[in-house]
């Protein structure tokens, strides 16, 4: 089976714009998680999708925002970009969720100018 | 304090040594991850726990949900276990909540 994809790797923006982020999950799939690290915080829970409901939000703000589409596929949106979203973004699939092996993807790094 | 708190922050050993990662939760659990990072940012699940003990390879996790508490322990150290060794805890909300991390480098 193929492993978690994202897309893209490695993204500049600058301040202000808007950005989406891709995860396509394991075929079967249907959680999808992602998450944000950085060095101060390290790992910190966005929201988990299963079969397009979103299940949990993390104590991010409302420009943090997701969709999972019919495939399992999920996409992430940061709207009006602030320096300090600067980060790693992962994304991680499962079976069903927190109590099953999470499978991560290699990452979105996201740089803030 | 922090819900997961992982001990040492970080450390540094010799091919060979035994290897002990402490994780303490202060929440109840649903499953307990444990996750390795190499340098690049991949992360790997190693372990998913919820009581008792699992083994793979080289690698051992335990348990102890009275005492809020999980080990990762490594035999048998190689340079290649260099890692960030990461404890996540699921709290039966679909949202996992993770420790700090503790990197660990393996000198041959």
């Known amino acids: 089976k193929a492993g978690v994809t994202q897309t893209p790797r490695y993204l500049i923006k600058t301040r202000g714009q808007q950005v989406t982020l891709s995860c396509s999950p394991i075929?079967?799939?249907?959680?999808v998680s992602w998450y944000q690290q950085t060095p101060g915080q390290g790992l910190q829970f966005l929201f988990e999708?299963?079969?397009?409901?979103?299940?949990n939000k993390g104590n991010f703000p409302g420009r943090f925002s997701g969709r999972q589409f019919s495939n399992s596929r999920s996409e992430m949106n940061v709207s009006t970009l602030e320096l300090g979203d600067s980060a790693l973004y992962l994304c991680?699939?499962?079976?069903?969720?927190?109590?099953?092996?999470?499978?991560f993807g290699p990452g979105t790094r996201l740089t803030v100018l | 304090k922090n819900e997961v708190e992982q001990s040492p922050q970080n450390l540094t050993a010799q091919e060979g040594e035994f290897i002990t990662i402490n994780c303490s939760y202060s929440?109840?659990?649903?499953?307990l991850h444990w996750l390795q990072q190499h340098p690049g940012g991949g992360i790997v699940s190693l372990f998913m726990?919820?009581?008792g003990k699992k083994k793979h390879g080289r690698l051992i996790a335990t348990i102890n949900i009275q005492e809020k508490h999980s080990s990762l322990h490594i035999t048998a150290s190689h340079p290649r276990d260099s890692a960030v060794y990461i404890c996540?805890?699921?709290?039966?909300?679909?949202?996992?909540?993770f420790g700090q991390g503790t990197r660990l480098t393996i000198n041959p």
């Open positions: 991680a699939s499962s079976s069903l969720g927190e109590t099953d092996t999470q499978y």
């Open positions: 075929s079967g799939h249907r959680s």
């Open positions: 999708y299963f079969s397009e409901t979103q299940r």
């Open positions: 929440v109840g659990i649903s499953a």
């Open positions: 726990l919820s009581s």
């Open positions: 996540a805890v699921g709290q039966g909300a679909q949202k996992l909540v």
